[in-house]
């Protein structure tokens, strides 16, 4: 299609979505509910110690992003020419949109409140991960690890030894590592702290659904958020370019313990590769097409959970897909793919269910015409022009993936007058992905 029809075509469907968005969140965010420590699903004391949550979902939900998000069971219109769901879904709860609009193609249960494992880091990371620099260095002391839970994912993280920011967010994005989140958290004042401004930031995300007690996503009592939250915190997150990076990268070299060799004080390296199986492929699961992050998590409450972009044809979903009954290796990922492969088939046939609400600060944000922003972990907040890019294929330090040639001009914050929040159509790029090794 030539440009200029694809700019209008583009511009007619942002339009649309406007007065969509106008016509869904105006009534229901008077009426969304608080979120409370109290979820509807009673979790137990700990990980390790606690009966999974009920399978029933709630009579009453969170009608944030459209009345439809708030009833039980599974919500899309089959009209004539949409093709049908995947009949062996056993998640709990799921949901796919258009990361870009902000449309929902299809959910189920989307607001049940459940503990979301570390799905949560994706809040973490967009909470925390603008205050310092990537270059900053940390010696890690005893206090930066207390207080894990019992049976916590580490990288490892070694007291007395030195790591820069970037090295503890590869280590919460590829390894899961609580022990990274616990260091970054003592970084941002301490866990208590950390878990202030987790909940203030979900508030302004407006994903009431979730009340954080731990910033990991370790299983504690009141700990709950939601697929339709979960989706909020990956669709602000994916607007940063650090983020973008730590969550699509497939591999790196972390920093090892500091040996003496010959006299000589010799730091090595060990290598960490991503748990996300639709990104680094597993023996059940191959590399999703077009995949590029975002988090997985597993806990003995949450069961597993996931959030995926993906990018195919120029068209970018997110799904996130909580705790699937059915017992199969790997079966959070294999339905999360039938998901993600319906939505793409549907794309442009199916008619939303509701949609991804915007930040409340955006209006702030994008008061002025052109304002944006930067999306750097510690960069200048100043508002810049948007300007195009390109990304290099190029890897360093062993890294692999598409986290280095996913480095584009941060995602664009836009502001239209019903409040449309769209990411930058930059990322992620399919021909980097297709150039990226297979495991």
């Known amino acids: 299609m030539p440009a200029p029809l694809q700019t209008i075509r583009r511009s007619l469907l942002v339009l649309s979505a406007a007065l969509s968005s106008l016509a869904l969140t105006a009534p229901v965010a008077l009426a969304a509910p608080s979120p ?38 599974t919500q899309v219109d089959l009209t004539t020419g949409v093709p049908v769901l ?8 799921w949901i796919v949109s258009d990361a870009e609009s902000g449309a929902v193609l299809a959910s ?60 503890l967010w590869l280590g919460v994005f590829l390894r899961s590592g609580n022990d990274a989140v616990h260091v970054l958290s003592h970084m941002n004042g301490g866990v208590a702290k950390t878990v202030a401004d987790m909940n203030t ?47 699509s990268t497939v591999s790196t070299k972390f920093p090892g313990e500091t040996t003496k060799k010959k006299g000589k004080s010799v730091r090595g390296t060990f290598e960490i590769r991503n748990t996300n199986r639709l990104l680094s492929g597993d023996s059940d699961v191959s590399v999703y097409p077009g995949i590029a992050g975002v ?55 199916v008619q939303p269910v509701g949609e991804l609400v915007a930040p409340k600060n955006v209006a702030q944000a994008s008061a002025q015409p ?28 062993g890294s692999s993936g598409v986290g280095i040639a996913l480095a584009v001009v941060g995602g664009l914050l836009v502001l239209l007058a019903a409040g449309v929040f769209l990411v930058n159509r ?14």
């Open 295 to 349: 988090k997985n998590g597993n806990t003995t409450n949450a069961g597993a959970t996931f959030t995926g972009v993906a990018e195919r044809g120029g068209k970018v979903l997110l799904v996130t897909v909580m705790h699937p009954e059915k017992a199969e290796h790997n079966e959070v990922y294999k339905e999360a793919a039938k998901i993600l492969d319906w939505g793409f088939q549907a794309d442009g046939k």
């Open 201 to 247: 930031h979900a508030q302004d995300l407006q994903a009431l659904d979730t009340h954080v007690v731990t910033p990991d996503g370790y299983d504690e009592p009141g700990q709950v958020s939601s697929a339709y939250d979960l989706s909020l915190f990956a669709r602000s997150g994916l607007q940063k370019k650090d983020f973008r990076e730590y969550c």
């Open 86 to 93: 995947p009949k062996d879904l056993t998640a709990r709860s």
């Open 370 to 397: 052109g304002a944006t922003a930067t999306g750097e972990a510690g960069g200048d907040t100043s508002t810049k022009p948007a300007a195009s890019s390109t990304a290099s294929a190029a890897e360093e330090d």
């Open 36 to 73: 409370t420590p109290t979820p509807t699903a009673p979790p137990g004391p700990s990980a390790s110690s606690s009966a999974s949550p009920t399978a029933t979902p709630p009579a009453n939900m969170s009608s944030v992003g459209g009345t439809r998000l708030g009833s039980a069971g």
């Open 426 to 439: 930059r990322w992620p790029l399919p021909d980097l992905v297709r150039r990226r090794p297979r495991p």
């Open 108 to 167: 189920h249960n989307a607001h049940w409140r459940l503990p979301p494992a570390s799905t949560l880091k994706m809040l973490f990371a967009d909470t925390v991960l603008p205050k310092f620099p990537r270059t900053t260095e940390h010696k890690v002391v005893a206090t930066d690890l207390a207080g894990m839970g019992a049976g916590s994912s580490v990288v490892p993280i070694k007291e007395g030894e030195s790591y820069t920011v970037h090295d």
